[in-house]
């Protein structure tokens, strides 16, 4: 008597750490909770945390999942060539997505690539930046007679809203908003630089687009961001490029028939 106790004493516990490994076992198959870890990965990574219920959702998941498999199987359906496919797409997928995930994890981005770019933009978009006005005709002749109608009182900002041709800023009285002089077309910009804060061309300004007349209402050193405001998406950028590159290293080295 003693000796059976013993032995099912010992079975319970041989049983404890198969179920501990396992959620649940459907129709005899068990669901490994190793499953959930992968769910809960990819919850997480979805920026959604992984309370108590939702961590019951997911284990309801994987069993509703292996019933419903074991039902598609019993059909034979795991058998097609459609499904053969798109297994094997799959596997591409999660297999790629490892791929690039190792590289980025080996080759990271550093706090010093972050700052020359920065650098590097900063250099760029540096300088001075102009809150400028422009009334855009298709005629010198326009142009002329505009600038002769405002040098006798008439307002800028009426005549751009009724003459202007760039519907963008015609609208707001050519008001083009504070920009760098490297935003705009070199004949725009050249002319527009000369001008002291409140001055206006005295003749019209040729470019591609037709004849401007403009106005520079005020003049300031350009705003950046702070470093801190804008390394997240630097480094986002610089890792993208860091993928891409390493994809097309890979693509060019393949030997493609």
Do not use: C
């Amino acid at each position: 008597m003693k000796k059976q106790m013993l032995s099912a004493a010992v079975v319970a516990l041989m049983a404890v750490p198969a179920l501990a490994q396992n959620i649940a076992v459907v129709n005899g198959k068990p669901v490994p909770s190793s499953r959930v870890e992968v769910l809960k990965q990819q919850v997480e990574a979805s920026g959604r945390p992984v309370t108590p219920e939702v961590l019951a959702q997911i284990k309801e998941e994987l069993i509703a999942r292996e019933v419903f498999m074991q039902e598609a199987k019993k059909r034979g359906l795991d058998g097609s060539e459609e499904f053969k496919n798109q297994i094997e797409l799959a596997r591409q997928t999660i297999l790629i997505r490892q791929l690039f995930a190792d590289f980025q994890k080996k080759n990271p981005v550093t706090d010093a690539d972050v700052k020359a770019e920065y650098d590097k933009f900063a250099a760029a978009n540096g300088g001075k930046e102009y809150r400028a006005r422009h009334i855009l005709v298709e005629k010198e002749d326009e142009a002329k007679a505009l600038i002769a109608e405002i040098k006798k009182g008439a307002k800028f900002e009426d005549l751009a809203k009724k003459a202007s041709k760039d519907p963008g800023s015609g609208a707001n009285g050519g008001d083009l908003d504070w920009a760098a002089a490297g935003s705009y077309v070199p004949e725009f910009s050249g002319a527009m630089t000369k001008l002291e804060k409140g001055q206006m061309t005295e003749s019209p300004v040729k470019s591609q687009f037709g004849f401007h007349i403009i106005r520079v209402d005020d003049v300031r050193e350009a705003q950046l961001p702070k470093l801190e405001e804008v390394k997240p998406q630097i480094s986002q950028q610089l890792q993208q490029q860091k993928l891409a590159k390493f994809q097309e290293e890979l693509r060019s080295k393949a030997k493609i028939q």
